[in-house]
């Protein structure tokens, strides 16, 4: 999994609990055409940028938590994946929007290489990069979300205890406003009629 700077999780200690929004990568943020590592070859869903902008201005925390299994494959390094998200985050930058931190894992069971071949706790259907986001940062879960276009995805938002929606295409910010406008948050959910 990506390493995530000491100093921000000791700043992010010093701060209040907030809501935090999950989302997978591929699939949700961009189109899924396939083990996507270049900018050239990231192709934005509809809406993704301005859901993103979204859960910032009502000061969730936002998390991209992504399988990447194209390093253990072969087809692209680690370094450029955090080259890509660097990307993404500049061209979020453009909008007024940011992802707070991209948690990623690199591993396979049946990895090419042996170094990244491992039953690993962060690939999803895994718990473990949202949790990992958990321990780094100060989260609500009970006010979190996460979105993702796979069943795993959904099962590892779950087995965090995170309130988890599955997106099934078409305009990521209508889904994003509706799960927060209707209360889908477990919260809120369970408040007696909100
Ligand atoms: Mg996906």
């Not at 990623?104 to 962060?122: D, G, I, L, S």
């Not at 995805?153 to 406003?177: P, Q, T, V, W, Y």
Request: hydrophobic share 40%; charged share 30%; net charge negative.
């Amino acid at each position: 999994m990506a390493e995530v700077s000491g100093k921000r999780s000791r700043e992010a200690a010093a701060q209040p609990f907030r809501p935090a929004l999950f989302l997978d990568r591929d699939g949700v943020l961009n189109q899924d055409t396939g083990f996507v590592f270049r900018p050239e070859d990231f192709i934005w869903i509809e809406g993704a940028r301005e859901t993103i902008r979204f859960f910032n201005e009502r000061d969730y925390l936002v998390f991209v938590v992504t399988n990447q299994s194209g390093v253990a494959r072969g087809l692209f390094e680690e370094r450029d994946v955090l080259g890509l998200h660097d990307w993404i985050n500049g061209e979020l930058a453009k909008s007024g929007a940011h992802v707070d931190a991209f948690y990623f894992c690199p591993h396979h069971p049946e990895a090419e290489r042996t170094a990244y071949r491992k039953v690993c706790e962060c690939r999803k259907p895994a718990p473990g990069m949202v949790r990992r986001a958990m321990a780094e940062w100060r989260v609500a879960p009970s006010r979190s979300l996460l979105i993702g276009d796979k069943q795993r995805d959904i099962l590892a938002g779950e087995a965090a205890g995170i309130s988890s929606h599955l997106f099934k295409g078409g305009n990521l910010l209508e889904m994003g406003r509706s799960i927060v406008e209707t209360g889908a948050t477990k919260d809120e959910a369970n408040a007696p009629d909100a």
